[in-house]
């Protein structure tokens, strides 16, 4: 079984909808990250979190909302969607860097979400 | 802030040919480097990292040396696969406080047979 699981793994929608993205894991990581994948631009962060208490924005975190609901899982959500939101989304997660260790993250399989 | 800048695709290689993908940096400090692999239709997957100067990353027959003095981290392989079609993203780990990853913007690689 995945580690990290993203569902759905495809949405189209309509503008003005509101969607919601979830994401699982169960490395019993704390900290979790959501980016947006666009071609030609690799991978930009919208929100992260460190525990189920801390949410912070990222560089993009404009039209965007994140929950944690529990230390396995953290949603994405699009308050009302547009068009340039169209991408392909991924949830990751990390453990701390620390003691020599590099602090990967290990990333969903994605979600391609389509807002027409 | 920190950046990553990587070679432009896509690149197109004969199996077993030599493959060499640049990744350069800029940051303070030493950041951790890293080489994830998007294989068509999946999530990244990491295929290597180092986290000091002169580090070695290898994995599959990909290697890559973590080069202080030219802030580099090139990804090679000696003989490539049809099988390593795929995008590759160089990134670094951000030493501030989200630990975030930086990426390249990823390079295409085809391999034909």
């Known amino acids: 079984d995945a580690d990290v699981t993203q569902t759905p793994r495809n949405r189209i929608t309509k503008t003005g909808k509101r969607i919601m993205l979830e994401c699982s894991q169960t490395?019993?990581?704390?900290?979790m990250y959501w980016y947006r994948q666009d071609p030609g631009l690799g991978l930009r962060l919208i929100y992260y979190?460190?525990?189920?208490?801390?949410?912070n924005k990222g560089e993009i975190s404009d039209g965007y909302s994140v929950s944690r609901q529990a230390q396995a899982k953290f949603s994405l959500s699009l308050e009302s969607a547009i068009p340039n939101q169209t991408a392909l989304y991924f949830c990751?997660?990390?453990?701390?860097?620390?003691?020599?260790?590099?602090?990967?993250?290990?990333f969903g399989p994605g979600t391609r979400l389509t807002v027409l | 802030g920190d950046s990553v800048t990587q070679m432009e695709g896509p690149v197109t290689l004969s199996e077993e040919a030599f493959l060499t993908i640049n990744c350069t940096y800029t940051?303070?400090?030493?950041?951790?480097l890293f080489w994830y692999v998007q294989y068509p239709g999946e999530g990244l997957q990491l295929l290597l990292k180092?986290?000091?100067?002169?580090d070695k990353g290898s994995n599959k027959g990909f290697e890559a040396t973590y080069r202080k003095e030219t802030t580099s981290f090139h990804l090679e392989k000696g003989s490539v696969q049809v099988s390593d079609s795929a995008v590759y993203f160089c990134?670094?780990?951000?030493?501030?406080?989200?630990?975030?990853?930086?990426f390249g913007k990823g390079t295409k690689l085809t391999v034909n047979p």
């Open positions: 990751a997660t990390s453990i701390p860097g620390l003691a020599g260790g590099a602090g990967e993250q290990f």
């Open positions: 490395k019993g990581h704390d900290r």
């Open positions: 979190s460190f525990d189920v208490k801390d949410i």
């Open positions: 940051a303070t400090g030493y950041p951790s």
């Open positions: 180092a986290t000091k100067a002169d």
């Open positions: 990134a670094l780990r951000d030493q501030g406080g989200s630990e975030k990853l930086v």
